[in-house]
T-cell receptor, first 114, second 113 residues
């Protein structure tokens, strides 16, 4: 069965620290990969996505993610976090077919302190 | 342009009752997805409707059901509520399939007591 693993459940950082959130998936074929963010009190919104091409994807607010096919990973990175990055981050994956559903990881709660 | 809207925002139900949650997708979007976000479990896929038809279903019992109307809005029905149904229920819409950005609503917080 398809699954997504986010190993960091809760991450606490100081402002300006670098961030890397892990995401591994199991899927037996071509994948589409997503990172969504849920700021406190707000709805889920897309940070970035990978469908094909350059495995290094840049998203909004300075976030980027790298697709490493051999490792089944799609880790999220940001060189210098801000207090406003405090949120919950979800990795998600689906296949290329129209019938494929979007599978989410359990999420990583990020707290950034000034 | 209005985003995905869900109603109600919060509700409290008693075990054994039935509940109906509603979702209005973004104008022009034909697909509606329902997810359950329970504490510590991430988003669990519930149901996917497109053009009025159920396209896919997650690993939930039959007491979770729904439908999509001709205007593409959708309802999620949960019968015989159990305590573990307490969660945030999220609706998302896309223009057609999930191979594009999904837009989420704010969710309905259901508490079963």
């Amino acid at each position: 069965a398809q699954s997504v693993s986010q190993h960091n459940h809760h991450v606490i950082l100081s402002e300006a620290a670098s961030l890397e959130l892990g995401c591994n998936y199991s899927y037996g074929g071509t994948v589409n990969l997503f990172w969504y963010v849920q700021y406190p009190g707000q709805h889920l919104q897309l940070l970035l996505k990978y469908f094909s091409g350059d495995p290094l994807v840049k998203g909004i607010k300075g976030f980027e993610a790298e697709f490493i096919k051999s490792k089944f990973s799609f880790n999220l990175r940001k060189p210098s976090v801000q207090w406003s990055d405090t949120a919950e981050y979800f990795c998600a994956v689906n296949g290329p077919y129209n019938t494929d559903k979007l599978i989410f990881g359990t999420g990583t709660r990020l707290q950034v302190f000034p | 342009e209005a985003g995905v809207t869900q109603s109600p925002t919060h509700l409290i139900k008693t075990r054994g009752q039935q509940v109906t949650l509603r979702c209005s997708p973004i104008s022009g979007h034909t697909s509606v997805y329902w997810y359950q976000q329970a504490l510590g479990l991430g988003l669990q896929f519930l149901l996917w409707y497109d053009e009025g038809e159920e396209r896919n279903r997650g690993n939930f019992p039959p007491r979770f059901s729904g439908r999509q109307f001709p205007n593409y809005s959708s309802e999620l029905n949960v019968n015989a509520l159990e305590l573990e149904d307490s969660a945030l229920y999220l609706c998302a819409s896309t223009p057609g399939t999930m191979n594009t950005e999904a837009f989420f609503g704010q969710g309905t917080r259901l508490t079963v007591v």
